[in-house]
């Protein structure tokens, strides 16, 4: 576990190593290209606001969601406006998906602007205090403003895949000429180096959104003073993600936990279900479940598939949200205090 200072600087690292990596990278296609840096920088601006503008509409089209009318719930609605008070934030639009996985989502850039999308499966598998811990998580995003910054951010490697893909393409169509030669070995050139800043800057990004969710986690333990109920959601949540039909993947970072992650983390756990099946029942309840992730962790193969993710592997996640509640026992409930322990 880092401390609190020792998250920010990972954060403040990230984000500066990426603005140095984009800019060297801009100005190498500018060089490459013949043209004026700045033009780069504008054209780069302009897709990053195209992002923001489209990234709300993105996820509404692919998970489907709809709007709740107020009354429609009131027992979320209560819950959410609770929570909401407490943090003394302001109530965001919540909308419902009929989707059978228990798994939860936010996105907007402002607290007032934002959305709260839980999946009928989340209401309908887990009890309200792991309900109650779901939604203080995704209020943690919005407290931080982790789409603005995601959002922003993913856009970056993106700009170098288009690069590559679209300098690859006219580097191939080039004609047999010395100087067409000469011309598509660079266009060649440029794609190659396009798509190792993409493979790099998405290692970077997927970093930086596994940070965030661990301050959401911590986020959620310091609202519900409860750390015990989103260990058992994230429990409840992998098993039941693993089993469900997957995700948009254009959308993974955006929910409480990642699908994909989830379902190569439980296909390790079933392999060996003799194993963690305590009392031989024939079922991994919470407990069990939780016990094989953490054993699960001295995998090589979890810890590497683990820098692809947009989330935490569970079993670190609950080991956080373990220490946070030993704390909380010794008489802490501050929120820097908690996130000190991340």
Not at 281 to 300: F, H, N, Q, R, Y
Request: hydrophobic letters at 45%; glycine letters at 8%; one cysteine or more.
């Amino acid at each position: 576990m880092a401390n609190l200072f020792q998250l920010k600087a990972r954060m403040i690292f990230v984000l500066a190593a990426l603005f140095i990596f984009f800019t060297g990278f801009f100005y190498l296609i500018s060089f490459a290209f013949e043209v004026n840096p700045i033009y780069s920088f504008v054209l780069a601006g302009f897709f990053i606001l195209f992002q923001f503008l489209l990234g709300p509409v993105v996820v509404q089209l692919s998970t489907g969601l709809r709007y709740l009318k107020k009354g429609e719930n009131p027992w979320l609605e209560g819950m959410v406006k609770a929570l909401c008070d407490k943090a003394h934030l302001d109530v965001p639009r919540l909308a419902i998906v009929e989707d059978p996985s228990p798994n939860a989502f936010t996105f907007g850039y402002s607290a007032k602007g934002a959305t709260l999308a839980v999946h009928r499966g989340l209401l309908e598998r887990l009890n309200t205090e792991e309900i109650q811990a779901v939604l203080a998580h995704e209020l943690g995003h919005i407290r931080h403003r982790d789409a603005l910054v995601i959002t922003g951010i993913s856009s970056l490697p993106l700009i170098a895949y288009l690069i590559a893909r679209s300098t690859l393409f006219t580097g191939s169509t080039y004609g047999r000429g010395r100087k067409g030669k000469d011309n598509a070995g660079l266009l060649i050139l440029v794609a190659i180096v396009s798509y190792i800043i993409y493979i790099v800057g998405q290692l970077f990004v997927y970093g930086f959104s596994r940070m965030r969710e661990n301050y959401a986690d911590a986020y959620s333990a310091f609202l519900t003073a409860n750390p015990r109920g989103l260990i058992s959601a994230l429990s409840r949540i992998t098993y039941g993600l693993a089993l469900a039909p997957k995700e948009q993947a254009g959308v993974r970072a955006f929910y409480i936990s990642d699908p994909i992650l989830a379902a190569h983390e439980v296909k390790e756990i079933a392999d060996k279900g003799d194993v963690y099946d305590l009392n031989r029942d024939g079922v991994l309840d919470e407990k069990e479940l939780s016990l094989a992730m953490e054993k699960e962790a001295e995998s090589t193969w979890v810890r590497m598939n683990s820098l692809f993710a947009t989330h935490p592997p569970t079993y670190k996640r609950i080991l956080l949200l373990k220490q946070i509640e030993k704390e909380m026992k010794t008489g802490i409930s501050n929120e820097k205090q908690l996130y000190r322990l991340i």
